[in-house]
Each structure stands twice: as C-alpha cells, then as structure tokens.
Nanobody, 123 residues
C-alpha cells in the first residue's frame, strides 16, 4: 500500500526556518518525481518546489533562493528546506509523487499525495 507521510510543519516567526520531510512506503522515491505543493486558505494548490525524475529542480519565483528540495534515497524520504520564511509562505504543504522525467508543477500529473502539514509564519 502506497503512503506518504509529511512532517516538520509548525509555527515560526518571519525569518525563521523549517524542514519538511515526506517519507514514503509502498514505492521508492528513486523512481518518482517529487512535488512540494502549498495551499493557502481560499487559494488553489501551487507547486513551490519540484524535482523531476532526472534530478532537475525548479522553484516558484516566490521561494527561489529560500527553499530547497532534496531526496535522501537511503531513507526513502524527500525534504523541503525552507529558510527566511515570510508570512505569505503560510499554508498547508503537501508532498506528491509523479512520473515525469523533468520538473512538472501540474497538480493532475501527481498521483500519490501526503496528508499535508501546516506551516504558519507570523510577522
């Protein structure tokens, strides 16, 4: 059975850092692309950090230089390192697994999703 479990969310002040983790069971991250998506209240889900199967990474303009996506294949876990957090980074963060070779931020292209972890950044 496939399962993704996110952890690491929480409440921080502006300028703080968090590291989100997404551990997988039922498949291995080495053969899937990774998407970290964010959903703010009343808004749609947007891709903030994407890693294709080929290892290519892309980031939303709003997080470039502050967020980093990575894989720890030995742990079958992917991470989203978030630094210099801003109040507009607040939202529910989801990890997702897809099959595209290159980076892909389209929600429908991802078929395994975690339950989400809340990130709240206060000013």
């Amino acid at each position: 059975q496939v399962r993704l479990v996110e952890s690491g969310g929480g409440s921080v002040q502006t300028g703080g850092s968090l590291r989100l983790a997404c551990s997988a069971s039922g498949f291995t991250w080495s053969t899937y692309s990774v998407g970290w998506f964010r959903q703010a209240p009343g808004k749609g889900r947007e891709g903030v950090a994407i890693m294709g199967k080929d290892g290519t990474k892309t980031y939303a303009d709003s997080v470039k230089g502050r967020f980093t996506v990575s894989k720890a294949l030995g742990l079958n876990t992917v991470y989203l390192e978030m630094t210099r957090l801003k109040p507009e980074d607040t939202g529910m963060y989801y990890c997702a697994a897809g099959s595209r070779l290159g980076p892909d931020s389209l929600v429908p292209d991802y078929f395994y999703w975690g339950q989400g972890t809340q990130v709240t950044v206060s000013s």
